[in-house]
């Protein structure tokens, strides 16, 4: 991956799989220049379909074989919705046992279409973070030990839908995600409302969109090629990460499955010089 460049990238299957069933819903050339409700109705099927393909990929992993994992494939099975304390919340993707309860749980969001007046992605970013502390507080307040990851979901065109003052709607949401994510201890309430892990996955919907000016993109991607960014990672201000620091989908649920499994926290520790003696 060190000379790959994204035009060099194929499309993922997984992908081309979850924008055939949104399309199958809405043609996103319908809900790109449409109101509200295509955009609502595209952006749902959109969401159910890759936390089905998520799913499998976490179903086929070692770590996770003597769990359920849920929604199925083939739709025979949606993840549960989490009671607790009188609150509801649907998980997207679940594993779980019915003895130790949840393990790993992925919430979805998307911020899929453009801001008809800024032509900027992020404009509910702050609103999708207030949806994930709290879907993150609920289960964390019952299930502290409960490994909750936000996966967010923006298109290609986010690198680059700002001016080259601010940072793009990639770059902000990254730094928004990061600062939401990340806990120092499990059993202490103050920490229950941050995600334990958080990716971007920036997918190419194969709109023929092409705002003018700084929003508009010089290259053509092929529909489908979707990259996973660690927000852990420092992201560019500006246009697409490189690819070599980004993760494929089974690259994201292996470091997924690491920390479930702790081997993300077995690193030798760095030990600094001591004072010299006299």
Request: net charge neutral; with cysteine.
């Amino acid at each position: 991956m060190h000379n790959v460049s994204w035009k060099d990238l194929k499309p993922d299957l997984h992908m081309l799989a979850a924008l055939d069933a949104a399309d199958s819903i809405v043609p996103r050339a319908t809900a790109v220049s449409g109101d509200r409700a295509p955009r609502h109705a595209w952006s749902n099927a959109f969401a159910d379909a890759c936390a089905k393909e998520v799913a499998a990929e976490f179903a086929v992993r070692k770590a996770f074989k003597k769990f359920t994992v849920l929604p199925k494939r083939d739709g025979t099975s949606e993840p549960p919705t989490f009671v607790a304390g009188g609150k509801q919340k649907k998980l997207d993707v679940a594993v779980a046992s019915g003895i130790s309860g949840l393990q790993v749980a992925v919430s979805l969001k998307g911020m899929n279409f453009r801001d008809k007046q800024g032509h900027q992605f992020d404009k509910n970013l702050t609103g999708r973070t207030y949806e994930l502390r709290d879907e993150v507080k609920i289960v964390h307040e019952y299930q502290p030990a409960a490994i909750m990851v936000a996966l967010y979901f923006l298109p290609i065109g986010a690198t680059c839908d700002k001016t080259s003052r601010a940072p793009s709607s990639f770059a902000r949401t990254v730094l928004r995600l990061r600062s939401n994510t990340g806990r120092l201890d499990n059993t202490l309430p103050s920490q229950w409302d941050r995600a334990d892990m958080g990716f971007v996955g920036l997918y190419v919907p194969g709109d023929e969109e092409k705002p003018s000016g700084s929003a508009s993109y010089a290259d053509e991607l092929a529909r489908g090629v979707v990259r996973y960014f660690d927000v852990n990672d420092p992201p560019p201000r500006r246009g697409r990460p490189v690819v070599k620091s980004t993760l494929d989908l089974e690259q994201m649920v292996e470091r997924i499955e690491k920390r479930f499994r702790g081997e993300d926290q077995l690193d030798p520790a760095e030990w600094a010089d001591p004072e010299p003696e006299s």
